[in-house]
C-alpha cells in the first residue's frame, strides 16, 4: 500500500532550537518524496524534493531508503517557520501517474 | 506567469444550485489537477487531465464534473451538492503527468448549505 506517515500532529518549539519533522512512507517501488508547507492563509507551496538534494529556508530532508524515511530538519528554528508542514510522495518516471500521496500533516509552532 | 490562478475564492451554494470552479495557469503545463481539502486534513486527488484528458478519477461522485477546455484552463462544475462537500478545492499543475513539482492555486472555499 501506498502511504505516507507523519506521526506528530503538532510540534511545538522554542526559536533556535532544532527542528525535526518526521515522515515515514511505504511505497512499493522507487518514489518520489516532497515537503510542501502551507503558511496561514497562504497557498501550498513545494519545499523540498529529495531528487534535488538541496536546502530551502535553512531545511534540509534526506531519504533514507533503509528505514523507509524523509525527515525535514533545521538546526535553528525560526518564528516565520511556523506553518503546517505536508510530507508527500509520488512514483517515479514511468511509474508517476501525477497522483501525489500527503501524510495528515504537521503543525510547526515556533514561541519566542 | 508562474501561478495557477483560482476563480472565484470563496462560494456559497445551495444543495439545488449549480455552479463552477475555474482553474488557469499560462505556464505552458499541460498536467492538471482538482483536490479536496477539508480542514486540518491533507489534500486529497480527485481528478487528473494530462493533455487535456481526464486519466485519474479517483472515484469522485458525479456530482462533481470537470472538463479541461484548453491546456490552459480547468473547470469544475458542482451540481446538487451536499453539505459534507464543504471544502478546499485546490487546482494543481504540473510540467507534464509523470513529472514533480506541483504549482498550487490558492483554492476556492466552497460552502454547500
Known amino acids: 500500500a501506498q502511504r505516507v506517515t507523519q506521526p506528530e500532529k503538532l510540534l511545538s518549539v522554542f526559536k533556535g532550537a532544532p527542528v525535526e519533522l518526521k515522515c515515514n512512507y511505504s511505497?512499493?517501488?522507487?518514489?518520489?518524496l516532497f515537503w510542501y508547507v502551507q503558511y496561514s492563509r497562504q497557498r501550498l507551496q513545494l519545499l523540498l524534493r529529495?531528487?534535488s538534494r538541496e536546502s530551502i529556508k535553512g531545511f534540509t530532508a534526506d531519504l533514507n531508503k533503509g528505514e523507509t524515511s524523509f525527515h525535514l530538519k533545521k538546526p535553528f528554528a525560526q518564528e516565520e517557520d511556523s506553518a503546517m508542514y505536508y510530507c508527500a510522495l509520488s512514483g517515479r518516471g514511468s511509474s508517476n501517474t501525477g497522483k501525489l500521496i500527503f501524510g495528515q500533516g504537521t503543525t510547526l509552532q515556533v514561541k519566542p | 506567469d508562474t501561478e495557477v490562478t483560482q476563480t472565484p475564492k470563496h462560494l456559497v451554494m445551495g444543495m439545488t444550485n449549480k455552479k463552477s470552479l475555474k482553474c488557469e495557469q499560462h505556464m505552458g503545463h499541460r498536467a492538471m489537477y482538482w483536490y479536496k481539502q477539508k480542514a486540518k486534513k491533507p489534500p486529497e486527488l480527485m481528478f487528473v487531465?494530462?493533455?487535456?484528458?481526464?486519466?485519474i478519477n479517483e472515484s469522485v461522485p458525479s456530482r462533481f464534473s470537470p472538463e479541461c477546455p484548453n491546456s490552459s484552463l480547468l473547470n469544475l462544475h458542482l451540481h446538487a451538492l451536499q453539505p459534507e462537500d464543504s471544502a478546499l478545492y485546490l487546482c494543481?499543475?504540473?510540467?507534464?503527468?509523470?513529472?514533480?513539482?506541483?504549482?498550487f492555486g490558492s483554492g476556492t472555499r466552497l460552502t454547500v448549505v
Open positions: 494543481a499543475s504540473t510540467r507534464a503527468p509523470n513529472e514533480d513539482g506541483y504549482t
Open positions: 529529495h531528487i
Open positions: 487531465y494530462s493533455y487535456e484528458k481526464l486519466s
Open positions: 511505497y512499493s517501488g522507487s518514489p518520489e
